[in-house]
Nanobody, 114 residues
Framework: QVQLVESGGGSVHTGGSLRLSCAASGFTFSEYPMSWYRQAPGKNLEWISTINRRGGGTTYADSVKGRFTISRDNTNSFLYLEMDKLKPEDTAQYLC???????RGQGTQVTVSS
């Protein structure tokens, strides 16, 4: 079965950086586009970024463009999200998602304090 396990979250101050990882298993990782979403308390799930199967094509939400970078390691089945210049409004649970089949992990918490 599809498993997605996020890690790398934590607490940082404004302007800090974090790198999130997602370990994928139970499917052929290289055959699927992958995405990151986030959900803040009391808010809807928000799409952050998507990367195509080979990693050569990426898209970002305007709210994170220029600050976040999505990447993937198809050899080892990992998805990453490099987050720089973090802001308090980036505070949320971050989820690794395989859009096809709507598979998602449990999430990892990111908290940014001013």
């Amino acid at each position: 079965q599809v498993q997605l396990v996020e890690s790398g979250g934590g607490s940082v101050h404004t302007g800090g950086s974090l790198r999130l990882s997602c370990a994928a298993s139970g499917f052929t990782f290289s055959e699927y586009p992958m995405s990151w979403y986030r959900q803040a308390p009391g808010k809807n799930l928000e799409w952050i970024s998507t990367i195509n199967r080979r990693g050569g094509g990426t898209t970002y939400a305007d709210s994170v463009k220029g600050r976040f970078t999505i990447s993937r390691d198809n050899t080892n089945s990992f998805l990453y999200l490099e987050m720089d210049k973090l802001k308090p409004e980036d505070t949320a649970q971050y989820l690794c998602v395989r859009p096809e089949g709507n598979h998602r992990g449990q999430g990892t918490q990111v908290t940014v304090s001013s």
